[in-house]
């Protein structure tokens, strides 16, 4: 025979995750313009035999790197726009944590809403 559930505890279980799962979407809902990618600096060389970068100097650029179509792109950014790109890239990362996290919360409140249901179910075959 299986052991009763404490519905009450599953019911303060479930009001605690909404309790957490509401700032994050909250914060999620904050984040305006997000990128998906990554912004690096890329030091390459050019080839050319009289060039400084074949003497150890490389050549330096930002870049963005971003999956278009299942393909990889890398776009040149302005220096002076670099920082813009990497803190639109970073909201993409932190929307996507918050978003894995509220999935978690999600599922555990779903399971634990599972189990009041099947509680309730049989108490009523009880009776």
């Not at 605690?16 to 990128?35: D, G, H, N, Q």
């Not at 050319?48 to 050549?59: D, E, P």
């Not at 978003?99 to 809403?113: P, Q, T, Y």
């Amino acid at each position: 025979m299986t052991r009763p559930l404490d519905v009450p505890a599953l019911r303060k279980r479930i009001w605690s995750a909404y309790k957490r799962v509401r700032p994050l979407l909250f914060e999620m809902l904050r984040i305006r313009t997000f990128l998906r990618g990554s912004v690096y600096e890329l030091k390459t060389r050019c080839g050319q035999a009289s060039c400084v970068c074949m003497r150890g100097q490389l050549h330096r650029r930002w870049v963005l790197t971003e999956s278009v179509g299942g393909r990889k792109r890398l776009r040149v950014l302005p220096q002076d726009e670099m920082e813009l790109w990497r803190r639109r890239a970073e909201d993409y990362r932190e929307f996507r944590r918050k978003r894995a996290e509220i999935v978690k919360i999600v599922g555990r409140m779903l399971s634990d809403l599972d189990a009041v249901e099947r509680a309730q179910r049989r108490a009523l075959k009880k009776e």
